[in-house]
């Protein structure tokens, strides 16, 4: 989801259990998609990334969907562990010809509970 | 190891003052970023260069100055311009200049006194 103001969306999750954070996106000549992973105080960790002529793309223990028709992104984590509690953002590729500008979506919390 | 430094990790600012935020990489990137973050948001572009002695605007780029001189540093001057300097700022580099994951420095957090 996307924040509002300052209030992160927040997902809480069970350790053990799967995760699936969503992302909507607005510009439907967008080609290129990633998700950060950001813990308190710190920089951004890339995850994974996609480009627009697929729509889905594995990761260790992460996966990426990208739905272009309804410019929706997700990112799925199996096996939820305390260490992915953090903060994580969706950014797109907006002006692809450009170069490389990508705009951030305003995050979504995760808490995992042990 | 290869990375991005930002320095300090803590700074803070007197009313009309200009300060200074330190990016260097050693990673032979071509394209380096600055992002402001605000509590509970998403990253704003404020100025980025593709190449050693060009940079251009982002979308808050009001307040703030850069220079790039030599490839591996990236300085982000805030100026007393910017009016509500407080946030925490990111750099971040790509190899070049097409789609390409961002890498990121620890980050500077800036306060007001």
């Known amino acids: 989801g996307e924040s509002v103001g300052l209030h992160l969306p927040t997902l809480s999750v069970q350790e053990g259990d799967n995760s699936i954070i969503n992302c909507a996106y607005s510009?439907?000549?967008?080609?290129?998609f990633i998700w950060y992973k950001q813990e308190s105080g710190k920089g951004p960790q890339f995850i994974i990334d996609?480009?627009?002529?697929?729509d889905k793309r594995q990761g260790q223990r992460v996966t990426v969907l990208l739905n272009k028709t309804v410019k929706h992104l997700s990112l799925q984590i199996a096996a939820t562990q305390p260490g992915d509690s953090a903060v994580y953002f969706c950014?797109?590729?907006?002006?692809?010809?450009?170069?490389?500008?990508?705009?951030f979506g305003g995050g979504t919390r995760v808490l995992v509970k042990p | 190891d290869g990375g991005i430094t930002q320095s300090p990790k803590y700074l803070f600012r007197k009313e009309g003052q200009n300060v200074t935020l330190s990016c260097e990489q050693n990673?032979?990137?071509?394209?380096m970023y600055w992002y402001r973050q605000d509590p509970g948001q998403g990253l704003r572009l404020i100025y980025y260069?593709?190449?050693?002695?060009?940079?251009q605007k982002g979308d808050i780029a009001e307040g703030y100055s850069v220079s790039r001189e030599k490839k591996e540093s990236f300085p982000l001057t805030v100026t007393s311009a910017q009016k509500n300097p407080t946030a925490f700022y990111l750099c971040?580099?790509?190899?070049?200049?097409?789609?390409?994951?961002?890498?990121f420095g620890s980050g500077t957090q800036l306060s007001v006194l």
């Open positions: 510009n439907s000549a967008s080609d290129y």
């Open positions: 996609i480009r627009s002529n697929m």
């Open positions: 990673l032979n990137h071509d394209a």
């Open positions: 971040a580099s790509t190899p070049g200049t097409s789609n390409e994951k961002l890498f």
């Open positions: 950014a797109e590729n907006r002006s692809p010809a450009a170069g490389n500008k990508l705009t």
């Open positions: 260069s593709q190449i050693v002695n060009d940079f």
